[in-house]
Structures are given as structure tokens and as C-alpha cells.
């Protein structure tokens, strides 16, 4: 049950405000945009962070829309039920501690396809081991294509297909609807690190598809780019939007007017994780085959697979 909480009401942004209130103001404004933008990208509803965070959905939405002074105290409960580091909801402090400031000056001139760019140099010199890898791995929203394409390569290779998805269920014991409403998603996490440990120890090859918001998670992306390639499973918002309701879950439309606008601002949310994959395959308005042969061109490094007699 969500309990009253201390300092609800108290807006931001009131009118005749001095220049240091105004200047407060709009910094509590970029702290909301952040705490709605770290929520959309690791998938979660209001509802869901409101059961975790133990806060109101109705001062949640004052917090995320900037109308409200939120203490330190309640800006930790928001962080711990997203399972980040407090410091990660304010908008100049992202890292910048932990990076010198001429390497933190460069990465800023950055745009977000060239921080990609940047991320996987510095991955491939200091983090990867050459012939060390173990597999594919697919990531991206539902309704991209990660099913039917890691399901089509496995079989055109002969490597074991893993839905990491199932692997957590079985490592937890429970499905990851029960495990999200009892554990959040710091019990998700944990598990999903477990799982993909598991399938990493337990299957020397495998095309691995991994959950869409396993991304918002640094250290077990982090793992996953070093021990597979990766892919990025991209498709227009309209495309994955249809290709979820074709399957005949219709969830993502009841109850949501703006569900298209959710899931088209989930992809950028979540695009700069996204584009540190090694390769990005667009499944936009192409067949199965078609894509499949993409993916095939880099079978022999990721899966050790060969075409024929050597």
C-alpha cells in the first residue's frame, strides 16, 4: 500500500520566481526528464516503480513532469526500485567522477552514433580476448525479428538457439511476470546476470537472444559484448508495433493511447546502448531469408561455422 508522502504538493516552476529559484527549477526539470528517461529505458511502468519505490503514482507523475521539490530521501527510493545509482538520476553527474576530464571533455562533443563508435574502439583494445567468443548474441524491442532469426540461424548452423528470457525463469523458478512484481527489477537483474553466466559457462556455442532492456544493465552488456557478437535487431516503431500484434498480443494498445509514442521513445531511450553492438541489422520491410544471410556472414567468426570441406 503506498503511504502518504513527506513534501508531496510542493511544486517547481512557480511563477515569480528569483533567477537562483528559476535556476533550481529547471535543474529539478532535468532531473525529471532523467528519471522518466532511465524508467521508459529499462521498460518499467509508473505503476510498477510506484509498488517498488513505495510512492504514489499520482507524485510520481508530479516528480517526472518537474512539479516537485523531491528530497534526497525519496530521489534514493526512485533509484533503488530502478535498481541504479542515485548520482545516475542527476543529470551532470553521470560518471563524471570516474572519467579524467580530457578523455569526459572529448566524449561530450560526441553525437550518439559516434559515442558507439568510440565505445566499441576502446572495448575491442582493452576488454576483448580474441578467440574467445562464445556465440551470437541478438538484442533489441520485441518485434524485431530476434526470435525468428536467432530460431533460423541456429538451424542453418547447427548451434544450440537460447532465449535468455526462459533461462532466467529457470534459474529463478519463477516467470518473469511473477518475478518482476515480487522482486523488481533489481531480483530481475540478478537473475538475468545469473542466467546469462550459465548459458556462458554451460554452451562453449550458442546464438543467444537476449531480453530488450538487458542494455540498461552496464556491467551484463558489458559481459555479454565481450563473450559474444552482438547484434542489434532494429526495425521501424511502426513495424515492430505490428509484427507484436500479429502475434496476437494485443497488450501494448489496451489501455495506452500513446503506445506508439512509448515504444518510439523507448528506441531512443535506448538506441546509444543499442549502438555499441558490434553489427546493426535493420529488418525493416525485408524477409527472413534475406536477413538471415546478413547475419550468416558473420557465422564464422561468432559461431565457428564453415560453409563446406575445408
Same mark, same amino acid.
Not at 51 to 58: A, T
Not at 123 to 139: D, Q
Not at 147 to 172: D, K
Given at each position: 500500500?503506498?503511504?502518504?508522502?513527506?513534501?508531496?504538493?510542493? +511544486?517547481?516552476?512557480?511563477?515569480?520566481?528569483?533567477?537562483?529559484?528559476?535556476?533550481?527549477?529547471?535543474?529539478?526539470?532535468?532531473?525529471?526528464?532523467?528519471?522518466?528517461?532511465?524508467?521508459?529505458?529499462?521498460?518499467?511502468?509508473?505503476?510498477?516503480?510506484?509498488?517498488?519505490?513505495?510512492?504514489?503514482?499520482?507524485?510520481?507523475?508530479?516528480?517526472?513532469?518537474?512539479?516537485?521539490?523531491?528530497?534526497?530521501?525519496?530521489?534514493?527510493r526512485v533509484a533503488h526500485a530502478m535498481d541504479v545509482e542515485v548520482q545516475e538520476l542527476l543529470p551532470d553527474c553521470q560518471n563524471c567522477g570516474q572519467v579524467p576530464a580530457p578523455l569526459f571533455g572529448i566524449l561530450k562533443k560526441l553525437d550518439p552514433v559516434q559515442l558507439a563508435d568510440a565505445g566499441r574502439v576502446l572495448e575491442r583494445e582493452f576488454f576483448t580476448e580474441s578467440g574467445k567468443l562464445h556465440g551470437m548474441a541478438l538484442i533489441g524491442l520485441r518485434g524485431a525479428g530476434k526470435s525468428e532469426l536467432g530460431r533460423a540461424l541456429s538451424r542453418r548452423t547447427g548451434v544450440p538457439y537460447i532465449n535468455l528470457v526462459e533461462v532466467v525463469e529457470e534459474v529463478s523458478g519463477m516467470?518473469? +511476470?511473477?518475478?518482476?512484481?515480487? +522482486?523488481?527489477?533489481?531480483?530481475?537483474?540478478?537473475?538475468?546476470r545469473q542466467a546469462l553466466d550459465k548459458v556462458t559457462e554451460s554452451t562453449p556455442r550458442a546464438v543467444v537472444e537476449a531480453?530488450?532492456?538487458?542494455?540498461?544493465?552496464?556491467?551484463?552488456?558489458?559481459?555479454?559484448?565481450?563473450?559474444?557478437?552482438?547484434?542489434?535487431?532494429?526495425?521501424?516503431?511502426?513495424?515492430?508495433?505490428?509484427?507484436?500484434?500479429?502475434?496476437?498480443?494485443?497488450?501494448?494498445?489496451?489501455?495506452?493511447?500513446?503506445?506508439?509514442?512509448?515504444?518510439?521513445?523507448?528506441?531512443?531511450?535506448?538506441?546509444?546502448?543499442?549502438?555499441?553492438?558490434?553489427?546493426?541489422?535493420?529488418?525493416?520491410?525485408?524477409?527472413?531469408?534475406g536477413c538471415l544471410e546478413e547475419l550468416m556472414d558473420h557465422a564464422h567468426d561468432a559461431l565457428g561455422w564453415r560453409s563446406g570441406p575445408e
Amino acid at each position: 500500500m503506498n503511504r502518504p508522502q513527506p513534501g508531496e504538493g510542493g +511544486g517547481a516552476g512557480e511563477p515569480g520566481q528569483t533567477p537562483a529559484e528559476s535556476a533550481a527549477s529547471a535543474y529539478i526539470a532535468r532531473i525529471a526528464d532523467r528519471i522518466k528517461s532511465i524508467r521508459i529505458r529499462r521498460g518499467m511502468t509508473r505503476k510498477l516503480l510506484s509498488v517498488h519505490s513505495e510512492i504514489s503514482e499520482r507524485y510520481l507523475s508530479q516528480i517526472e513532469s518537474g512539479q516537485a521539490n523531491i528530497s534526497v530521501a525519496l530521489l534514493w527510493r526512485v533509484a533503488h526500485a530502478m535498481d541504479v545509482e542515485v548520482q545516475e538520476l542527476l543529470p551532470d553527474c553521470q560518471n563524471c567522477g570516474q572519467v579524467p576530464a580530457p578523455l569526459f571533455g572529448i566524449l561530450k562533443k560526441l553525437d550518439p552514433v559516434q559515442l558507439a563508435d568510440a565505445g566499441r574502439v576502446l572495448e575491442r583494445e582493452f576488454f576483448t580476448e580474441s578467440g574467445k567468443l562464445h556465440g551470437m548474441a541478438l538484442i533489441g524491442l520485441r518485434g524485431a525479428g530476434k526470435s525468428e532469426l536467432g530460431r533460423a540461424l541456429s538451424r542453418r548452423t547447427g548451434v544450440p538457439y537460447i532465449n535468455l528470457v526462459e533461462v532466467v525463469e529457470e534459474v529463478s523458478g519463477m516467470d518473469v +511476470g511473477e518475478l518482476f512484481s515480487l +522482486g523488481g527489477q533489481k531480483a530481475y537483474r540478478r537473475y538475468e546476470r545469473q542466467a546469462l553466466d550459465k548459458v556462458t559457462e554451460s554452451t562453449p556455442r550458442a546464438v543467444v537472444e537476449a531480453g530488450g532492456s538487458l542494455v540498461t544493465r552496464n556491467e551484463t552488456y558489458q559481459f555479454l559484448l565481450q563473450h559474444y557478437f552482438t547484434i542489434w535487431i532494429n526495425a521501424a516503431p511502426e513495424e515492430h508495433m505490428a509484427r507484436v500484434m500479429a502475434q496476437g498480443d494485443f497488450r501494448p494498445m489496451q489501455g495506452h493511447g500513446d503506445a506508439m509514442e512509448d515504444l518510439k521513445r523507448i528506441l531512443r531511450e535506448r538506441e546509444p546502448e543499442y549502438r555499441l553492438a558490434h553489427r546493426v541489422l535493420d529488418t525493416t520491410g525485408r524477409t527472413v531469408d534475406g536477413c538471415l544471410e546478413e547475419l550468416m556472414d558473420h557465422a564464422h567468426d561468432a559461431l565457428g561455422w564453415r560453409s563446406g570441406p575445408e
